[in-house]
């Protein structure tokens, strides 16, 4: 009998272990779904994907780049939810007093704490570690593609786009400064001054295309309640599970703040055990599942005008290939084409592009997205899924297209080749029959092509009102504005 219960302690201690040791090893860093670090979740991939090998001979003859900003502060709405946060924890601590709880139940930082940004009267702007994000980015890309990167600077040649958002274009600045760093005359950095092209916001249908969609704005307001709605069983959950981990009268906005102070604390500040403490891992990934639903559903693949929307930007990036090949094929002199076309933009950018390219999904996905038929949504935790926004856009998160010239004896061959480039690793095609390296060709046909049934204007405007409807509304108009008029003569 002693053999038996010997035996029973041990494989119940290590469990116990094994727990324990999963928990040490789970890092939240990786799970703050698009408020995620890029040096956190960077190295992140698809294990069972073997990535192709560039056939000798191939050299790379234009990239494309389209980045998300870095690292940035929260925003002045976020910072007001912060301040009041701090005022309900301070309401929460005098009620389990009145009520005589133990207070050794309450985590000690909750009592009397104060947000970071207290007092911020702006925000939103790239901080120290974003800027450090894209100056190192851009190191990388020179280090890893000199032959496109060995000319000396000019506009035309290496085209440097951002929108007109701050965070954005000081994120295209810290990359350049990176990517040009010793090659000028500035300082003990030998730096050099480069452009940054900005659009208007109002008019910036490459990078900011989701500002001037009116069909989008229109469906974002309609479904936005919807998707309250979803996240709402995940957020009771947890609310009564914290409710009675620690006595506290927390509400569903409570728990919504708090796991945003997690994000904020723990992607900017490096702190893990405050607010991220509060939540068990398992907790932390339901969370980061209800993040990443929202950004599947309002920006991504779980509606079609999400990334038709974004067709101005993939045909820019096709349009800058052919002119490459166009230039290599007039063996035009050095100097006299463009080289590389560099973007810096958002979340509401990068992530509706990747879905143009058909990114994180598999063949059969692909086909549907194609016919424009819907897909099921990201499974909830446990369950494994590939669309997870901390993988897809974090801070300074990119997509690069290479276009190489190949070798071709035979002219019936393919000679230009497209590899594509999801956080600096070779990612699968599903279009491109689930390679990373696909002939240009077939990159046109098989990706850009199908979605060129549609134009920005079809998907984006209302259909015109007949003369008779245009007329009512614009007396409508008038006439609100006389009112307006004899209210205030001022």
């Not at 800027?131 to 290496?158: A, C, W």
């Not at 134009?455 to 409508?476: A, G, L, W």
Request: charge should be neutral; charged fraction near 25%.
């Amino acid at each position: 009998m002693k053999n038996p219960i010997v035996a029973l302690f041990f494989v119940i201690f290590l469990s116990a272990f094994n727990c324990f040791n999963a928990d040490e090893a789970f890092d939240v860093r990786k799970h703050l779904s698009t408020v995620s670090r890029y040096g956190a979740v960077k190295e992140i991939v698809d294990s069972n994907f073997i990535p192709s090998k560039v056939p000798d001979g191939c050299v790379p003859i234009h990239l494309n780049l389209v980045a998300r900003h870095g690292t940035r502060s929260p925003t002045k709405k976020r910072i007001r939810e912060l301040d009041n946060l701090a005022l309900r924890l301070e309401d929460l601590i005098k009620d389990a007093r009145g009520r005589n709880l133990p207070l050794e139940r309450v985590p000690s930082w909750l009592d009397g704490w104060k947000s970071p940004w207290q007092g911020r009267l702006k925000g939103g702007e790239l901080i120290t570690k974003g800027e450090e994000e894209l100056y190192d980015l851009g190191l990388k890309i020179r280090e890893k593609f000199p032959t496109l990167f060995d000319e000396e600077y000019h506009p035309n040649i290496y085209t440097i786009r951002a929108t007109q958002v701050p965070r954005a274009s000081a994120s295209a600045v810290a990359f350049g400064m990176g990517l040009f760093s010793g090659n000028g005359s500035l300082g003990p950095g030998r730096h050099r001054a480069f452009s940054v092209l900005s659009e208007s916001r109002a008019s910036d249908i490459m990078l900011r295309f989701h500002d001037c969609c009116h069909n989008y704005k229109h469906f974002r307001e309609k479904q936005e309640p919807a998707v309250s709605k979803l996240k709402e069983p995940v957020l009771n959950e947890i609310t009564s599970a914290l409710i009675g981990r620690y006595g506290l009268n927390f509400t569903r906005q409570d728990i919504s703040s708090l796991w945003f102070l997690c994000k904020q604390e723990a992607s900017l500040l490096d702190i893990t055990n405050q607010a991220c403490s509060l939540f068990g891992p398992s907790e932390i990934m339901l969370l980061e599942w209800t993040d990443d639903l929202e950004a599947y559903i309002l920006k991504g693949y779980g509606n079609s005008l999400n990334y038709r929307m974004g067709l101005p930007l993939l045909e820019d990036v096709a349009e800058s290939m052919e002119q490459a090949i166009k230039a290599e094929e007039e063996s035009r002199p050095l100097g006299s084409f463009e080289k590389a076309r560099l973007r810096f933009a958002h979340a509401e950018t990068i992530i509706p592009f990747s879905c143009l390219l058909g990114l994180f999904l598999d063949g059969s996905e692909f086909k549907k997205i194609q016919k424009e038929q819907p897909l099921q949504l990201p499974p909830k935790p446990p369950q494994k899924r590939t669309w997870r926004g901390s993988t897809l856009a974090p801070f300074a998160g990119n997509s690069m297209l290479i276009l190489y010239s190949c070798p071709a004896p035979n002219k019936s061959k393919n000679k230009h080749f497209v590899q594509v480039l999801h956080n600096e690793h070779p990612i699968p095609m599903p279009g491109c029959d689930g390679s990373d390296f696909c002939p240009f060709e077939v990159f046109k046909e098989k990706i850009v092509a199908p979605h060129q049934k549609h134009d920005y204007d079809t998907v984006c405007n209302p259909k015109p009102e007949s003369s008779s409807s245009s007329i009512y509304q614009m007396f409508r108009w008038l006439f609100s504005l006389s009112k307006d008029l004899s209210i205030d003569p001022v």
